[in-house]
């Protein structure tokens, strides 16, 4: 019999994560989850690679994804804490101005979605669909603000 070539997922993923995500943010969790957790590495946690280099070709290729919905994805995965950016450094880079312009960037999930999930004691998803709002209302406020040179005088 064959080996099954699998990629461990975390449940927290699918149990509490799973309704809260769109389309795009699950497809950059989902293809992180393959580069890091799918891969194995004796030196890395529980034997498996902690991150990766994907570079933006890749997301793009691997989750057929626009560029901009690949951003704005990450954005929104690293600002829900479910993965981490880094640079070539090792430094995690949590915001969208500390990641333009490098040449590299290394993606691994984020640690509590490594760790065990006591279900009865918080509900994450209020939590969650907190997390959620905020960001659509903030990025529509955003999108409908428009700062120029005329109006930043006044």
């Not at 943010?25 to 194995?40: A, M």
């Not at 057929?64 to 690293?78: H, P, W």
């Not at 960037?105 to 907190?130: E, M, Q, R, W």
Request: net charge positive; hydrophobic share 35%; proline share 5%.
């Amino acid at each position: 019999m064959q080996a099954l070539s699998t990629t461990p997922v975390p449940n927290v993923i699918f149990d509490v994560h799973l309704r809260n995500l769109n389309s795009s943010e699950l497809k950059i969790l989902l293809v992180v989850t393959r580069q890091t957790l799918g891969w194995v590495d004796r030196c890395g946690a529980f034997g498996r690679k902690e991150k990766d280099w994907i570079s933006g070709s890749q997301l793009k290729a691997k989750t057929g994804c626009s560029e901009r919905s690949i951003t704005s994805a990450l954005d929104s995965l690293v600002w829900k804490k479910l993965i981490n950016v880094y640079d070539d450094k090792g430094h995690i880079l949590p915001f969208p101005k500390d990641r333009q312009g490098k040449n590299r960037l290394y993606f691994g999930l984020a640690p509590i979605l490594l760790k065990p999930v006591d279900y009865g004691v918080t509900s994450p998803s209020i939590s969650a669909n907190f997390a959620e709002d905020f960001r659509k209302n903030y990025s529509g406020l955003l999108q409908k603000v428009q700062i120029t040179k005329e109006t930043f005088t006044k």
